[in-house]
């Protein structure tokens, strides 16, 4: 069974400050994914990574897939309040037919 | 551009009673699909998926079951509800190694 790990569970810090958050697993994926949950809502993607190695930015938000595609960070700088969230990972199994979920890190960004 | 729609967004049924979710996706043609439950602000498990009209993948042994009678429209049945089968049921579709979330349902089994 392939599974995904994600650290920290929960992180509350205050606006500005910087953050990373981490997927971890035993298993190589053909491809990871980051999405942004808000209560009672459903994911929203972030990015998808696909190479070994790659680096994406979005705006304050920088992703990083291990170079063995077995794990992947979020760094997060100059965190702001709208960036609370829960942040999963999700790792792509089958050649894309499915996907695993990490159980998530839950963010609070205090004003 | 792509579209899915889930619905409805809560429900509450009694213990013993059917379910019937349905989600369907626009603008695009034989997408993969899935159903996935959430527990309280944690992960997701995947249920079913489906890569075509009547193919579906079972991931866990449940009192649930999924159809795909049409290209685009993916349904999540229970004959009779139990009282673990409360939770959030996410609709997705699948491509390009990502996948796209419907709005979920807020299923209460009372």
């Known amino acids: 069974t392939q599974l995904l790990e994600q650290s920290p569970q929960f992180l509350s810090i205050q606006e500005g400050e910087n953050l990373t958050v981490y997927c971890n697993s035993s298993?190589?994926?053909?491809?990871l994914q980051w999405y942004r949950q808000e209560p009672g809502e459903g994911p929203v993607l972030l990015v998808t990574v696909v190479t070994g190695g790659e680096v994406k930015k979005l705006k304050r938000l920088t992703f990083q897939f291990g170079d063995a595609r077995k794990d992947s960070s979020l760094h997060i700088t100059a965190a702001q309040p709208g960036d609370t969230g829960l942040y999963l990972c999700a790792g792509a199994r089958n050649y894309g037919q499915n996907f695993v979920f990490g159980p998530g890190t839950r963010l609070s960004v205090l004003p | 551009s792509q579209t899915i729609h889930q619905w409805p967004a809560t429900l509450v049924q009694p213990v013993g009673s059917p379910l019937s979710l349905e989600c369907t996706v626009e603008?695009?043609?034989?997408?993969?699909l899935y159903w996935y439950r959430q527990a309280a602000g944690r992960g997701l498990q995947l249920l079913f998926y489906s890569v075509g009209i009547g193919q579906i993948s079972s991931e866990v042994p449940q009192n649930l079951s999924a159809s795909r009678p049409q290209d685009r429209q993916f349904i999540l049945s229970s004959k009779k509800l139990l009282l673990s089968d409360s939770g959030f049921y996410l609709c997705?579709?699948?491509?390009?190694?990502?996948?796209?979330f419907g709005q979920g349902t807020r299923l209460t089994v009372v």
């Open positions: 298993s190589v994926f053909s491809s």
């Open positions: 997705a579709w699948g491509a390009m190694g990502s996948a796209f």
């Open positions: 603008g695009t043609s034989n997408p993969n």
